[in-house]
């Protein structure tokens, strides 16, 4: 009886009691001689009694049966301890609970010691990381080789057996002692069975007659099947190889290199399908096996499964041969392409053509319309070249709007010119971008092999100087490579170089034209202009500054000049103080802010004002600039620049472009004063006054070469006349003297 029970009966015996008596506090000896009371009272002492002793026998058993389990959980850990055999019980914390005598003597260290380290301190690090993975997911009658380390060398090498204890969360490492009559054979085989279980490369070993006898868990994973159920089975059917695309059969190279006596290894595209139909792309190679004598008794194969490194090496390596925003050819693989289409050509005797194509104005329709516009009118312009070759034909991208067409084995010229004829017609025109309409046209020059060339790099470089030409022809079009074009670029190099050398010797000077008031005759302006003084004269800047490709070289020369002539004019702004200065720039100097800092520093070297000069840039530069025109503008005109359009046609600019652009002078190209005194003529000039009288801007008229334009140009209301009839350019020193002449007069 348990003592809750017993106390249970003992209160309520007293509570019988203690009513009783309550009830015959009056009449102690009626209560005693009442028999029901006299039977309780006496039944209740002897229940009392029968429980105490009752309670003391059980608390005697409990004591005796705790007594003995004591006695034997100490007998067992005795035993457990005193044992010879390598064992010890773990937590899954790696603590450390007990561990064999035999253990303790072989790591030479007490068993107070030991308990001082953790099982990751004990074991090498190979070893304790093969324990953690188990610990991560414990498996009862696990084989795992371990090393125990406490010294140098006190070590425990050997396969232990791992049991798991669920509900008390402990563990157990007993070693696997070999059998008498097992040698040391059977304990290399035992340790490379664990070994080859263990490593991460696929391991199937054969027979001498090319049949499975043994596969590792890697490799029975990928098979999807156990050895148990290949075993016997010839490796060609359990493992059929094949060439990746081709699916070309692979021979068996288990019995390949058990013939040639040596290691083999597969080719690159090696691949096979499982019986489930799951293709893996492996690296392997396969080696002979010898016995003690030296005699092939089978062969191993080790393979890695390379499928997703082989899927990212192709996808890198179509990355690193193709466009990322067409997906086309580029540079890298069309030169590849050339090389193999001369050698072709050269063996087939036929001819090839290579074509240079430009998209142009490209860069106003992506400055205008934005980066993401122009690189979908990219991809559709890709896709209509792509549809308008033959499928032996290619089409790369070398970057920016710059496309090649390589149109393998033509039959001659004329069919070279219908083909691109074609290509051009379906590709130039409309195109629709996020419901916006655009025009797209293209130039393009073309190179034949072997006429123009018998190598790569000539074609390219010829077809590209041939589209050079197309586009500066301003039709673009198609045009062919002729030598021509080859002393044109030789001439133009040589014009270069000469041009640095003149810059480096300060050949070059300033000439001033003047701008004077069609009512007075009065001078107004003097506008500045390069010359190139050479030992035969003087060259004009129009032969010279367009071939000046070096941003460098040209910002050099314009800052030598604006030096030059801002000194002249700082003299001639104090006798003259109305008296402005004109200056004409490129757009690649208008883009630039270090252009824009070193002018404003020469100006106030010189103590002007910037808004004593004027800025003249070609309305067709103008153009170039795009949806970047009003950005750029915008800076010059902060600085105190008023600007004028040079050359202005109306052929480059709409009226809405003229009404946005904030400029100050519009001067009338040359052309338009053509056939002034005819009346259709006369009435395009007049209507160009027009706007710009609406616009609020001052009008000049330049290439005034007769008196009769002047006069015809001053009845029109023009304000503004420049032109050899009314001034030709002069050297500082000769524009001095006409400047007092002109303006005392």
Request: net charge negative; charged share 20%.
């Amino acid at each position: 009886m348990k003592p809750s029970a017993l106390q249970s009966i003992v209160c309520l015996c007293f509570s019988v009691i203690g009513w009783q008596v309550s009830a015959a506090t009056q009449s102690p000896v009626s209560f005693l001689a009442n028999p029901m009371v006299f039977a309780l009272v006496i039944g209740g002492v002897f229940a009392l009694m029968a429980g105490l002793v009752v309670w003391g026998l059980n608390r005697k058993q409990g004591v005796i049966r705790s007594n003995k389990h004591h006695e034997a959980h100490h007998f067992y850990l005795e035993a457990f301890q005193a044992s010879d055999g390598y064992q010890f019980v773990f937590s899954s914390d790696a603590s450390l609970v007990s561990m064999s005598d035999g253990l303790t003597k072989a790591l030479n260290k007490s068993h107070t010691e030991l308990f001082a380290y953790n099982l990751h301190e004990l074991l090498e690090p190979d070893s304790w990381a093969r324990l953690a993975a188990w610990l991560e997911q414990p498996k009862a009658g696990q084989v795992v080789k371990l090393t125990l380390v406490s010294a140098l060398s006190e070590r425990v090498t050997g396969l232990f057996e791992l049991q798991s204890s669920d509900h008390r969360n402990l563990h157990l490492a007993r070693y696997l002692p070999l059998s008498p009559h097992l040698g040391q054979a059977d304990t290399d085989s035992e340790l490379l069975a664990v070994t080859l279980s263990s490593i991460g490369d696929g391991v199937i070993c054969c027979d001498v007659d090319s049949r499975v006898i043994f596969m590792n868990p890697v490799a029975e994973a990928v098979l999807a099947l156990l050895t148990e159920e290949v075993k016997g089975q010839p490796i060609s059917e359990v493992m059929p190889l094949y060439h990746e695309g081709s699916d070309r059969p692979i021979e068996d190279q288990m019995a390949v290199c058990m013939r040639s006596q040596q290691t083999v290894s597969l080719p690159d595209s090696t691949c096979f399908r499982n019986h489930l139909g799951l293709e893996f792309a492996i690296d392997d190679s396969c080696s002979p096996v010898y016995n003690n004598a030296g005699k092939v008794i089978g062969a191993v194969m080790i393979f890695q499964d390379v499928t997703e490194s082989r899927a990212l090496k192709r996808k890198m390596n179509h990355l690193a041969h193709h466009d990322a925003l067409t997906g086309l050819p580029n540079r890298l693989l069309l030169q590849d392409r050339l090389i193999q289409a001369c050698k072709r050509a050269l063996r087939n005797r036929h001819q090839f053509a290579v074509v240079f194509m430009d998209l142009n104005k490209f860069k106003k329709i992506n400055d205008s319309l934005g980066h993401d516009f122009g690189d979908l009118l990219l991809k559709q312009i890709a896709h209509r070249l792509t549809d308008a070759i033959r499928a032996c034909d290619t089409v790369s991208r070398m970057g920016g709007d710059e496309f090649v067409l390589l149109l393998d084995a033509i039959e001659d010229k004329r069919h070279v010119g219908s083909v691109i004829k074609k290509v051009l017609d379906r590709v130039c025109g409309q195109y629709e971008i996020k419901g916006v309409e655009v025009q797209a046209t293209l130039s393009a020059g073309v190179a034949l092999y072997p006429d123009d060339g018998d190598n790569a790099e000539v074609l390219m470089k010829r077809a590209d100087s041939a589209m050079y030409r197309a586009k500066k022809s301003g039709k673009g079009g198609m045009q062919f490579y002729c030598a021509q074009l080859d002393d044109e670029v030789e001439q133009n190099q040589a014009l270069e170089q000469a041009i640095l050398e003149a810059i480096s010797q300060d050949q070059f000077v300033p000439h001033f034209q003047p701008v004077v008031n069609a009512t007075d005759g009065r001078i107004a302006k003097l506008e500045m202009l390069a010359r190139w003084h050479k030992e035969d004269g003087l060259i004009e800047a129009s032969r010279f500054i367009a071939e000046i490709n070096d941003v460098k070289a040209l910002m050099t020369l314009q800052v030598k000049l604006w030096e030059q002539a801002l000194s002249h004019f700082a003299r001639w702004q104090s006798q003259h103080p109305k008296l402005r200065l004109s200056l004409n720039l490129a757009v690649k100097t208008l883009q630039q802010e270090e252009a824009l800092n070193a002018l404003t520093h020469c100006i106030s070297g010189h103590g002007l004002q910037t808004q004593h000069i004027e800025l003249e840039v070609t309305e067709k530069q103008l153009s170039i600039l795009g949806g970047e025109l009003n950005s750029v503008v915008d800076a010059w005109r902060e600085a105190g620049f008023t600007l004028a359009i040079d050359d202005f046609d109306a052929s480059h600019t709409s009226i809405g472009q003229l009404h946005a652009f904030n400029f100050d002078t519009l001067k009338l190209d040359p052309g338009l004063l053509d056939g002034l005194t005819e009346v259709e003529a006369a009435g395009v000039v007049s209507s160009v006054l027009t706007l710009a009288n609406n616009l609020g801007v001052v009008c000049c008229a330049e290439g005034v070469e007769t008196a009769e334009q002047a006069s015809l140009l001053t009845k029109m209301g023009c304000p503004l006349l420049q032109g050899y009839h009314l001034g030709e350019p002069l050297s500082a020193k000769e524009i001095e003297i006409h400047l007092a002449r002109h303006l005392e007069s």
